[in-house]
């Protein structure tokens, strides 16, 4: 991999891709299926996934029905069972092949932030960097403090700083190699609600800025409508619903789908022809709804 300094620091290093990314997308998981060790029990089932360069996906769904796994998988924190995850174009899982995580070029955030205590703010950040020389690394790291703006608190120790400041610290640390995708778990629920605000504006923001190809997984549908170019709607094991923000918000494909997104009240009506008769008036059905004369169908 090149590695090249822009003069802006609002830029980080793009990462060249493997020619079949344009095809497969930076992430790619096809017909996946994971199960935990000793356990029958599909957590992925037929699981897929593809995310283009620079895009912004969101997987929202209930707890326990896999979001996490979804990460793991990709990062090669979890083996999968069968089916392909590709990253960069590169054949990463299958049943018969396993790269370690360190090989993947992927940025994870965990849930609970996951730094190291006994190192400053500039050493978690460049944790990921030893390959570089001291000036390299040195320059990269403040680089990438100063567009997390975290850079007057380089030489605190983590325990010293709030939790939204954490929080930047941790994603910093996961963009400082130049991933080809930045995964995050679930970064705001450990937040209060004044500091979730601030936290899903500064990744909106950092995000934009750098280019990165972002998952993020979350049970709260708002967050997924602020943040995405795509939210996937998960059931369990595997993708019920995907599209724009306002696709999935205005034409949801069920009240599983319509519920996560979220509060709703739904009126019981009965299909005629194209149109749903219900108490409060004739709504139109969409285009490509198909339903027999008489079906009875909330709205």
């Not at 992925?44 to 793991?72: D, P, Q």
Request: hydrophobic share 40%; charged share 20%; net charge neutral.
């Amino acid at each position: 991999m090149k590695l090249f300094w822009r003069k802006n620091i609002n830029s980080v290093l793009q990462p060249d891709l493997d020619p079949q990314s344009e095809e497969t997308g930076v992430i790619h998981m096809d017909s996946v299926y994971c199960a935990y060790k000793g356990s029958t029990e599909n957590i992925l089932a037929s699981f897929n996934l593809m995310v283009r360069s620079g895009e912004f996906v969101t997987v929202l769904g209930k707890s326990g029905v896999g979001k996490t796994t979804i990460l793991r998988a990709i990062a090669g924190l979890e083996r999968i069972n069968s089916g392909y995850v590709r990253v960069g174009g590169q054949l990463a899982s299958s049943s018969f092949v396993h790269s370690p995580p360190d090989k993947r070029r992927v940025g994870l955030v965990f849930q609970d932030y996951a730094l190291f205590p006994h190192m400053t703010v500039f050493e978690n950040v460049g944790f990921g960097l030893r390959t570089l020389n001291s000036n390299e690394r040195t320059r990269r790291v403040l680089d990438i403090l100063e567009l997390a703006d975290i850079k007057l608190h380089a030489n605190r120790y983590v325990n010293e700083i709030s939790g939204g400041e954490q929080q930047r610290v941790a994603i910093a640390r996961a963009l400082a190699p130049n991933p080809l995708a930045l995964l995050l778990d679930e970064p705001y629920s450990n937040l209060d609600l004044p500091l979730r605000d601030d936290l899903r504006k500064y990744v909106k923001r950092i995000v934009k800025q750098t280019g990165a190809t972002t998952i993020l997984v979350t049970h709260d549908g708002e967050e997924a409508l602020a943040h995405s170019d795509r939210v996937a709607i998960m059931g369990r094991g595997s993708i019920k619903q995907i599209g724009t923000p306002q696709e999935v918000y205005q034409s949801p494909v069920s009240e599983e789908v319509a519920s996560l997104l979220g509060p709703c009240e739904f009126v019981p009506g009965v299909v005629n022809g194209k149109t749903v008769e219900t108490e409060i008036g004739v709504f139109k059905l969409s285009p490509d709804t198909i339903f027999k004369n008489g079906t009875r169908v909330n709205t």
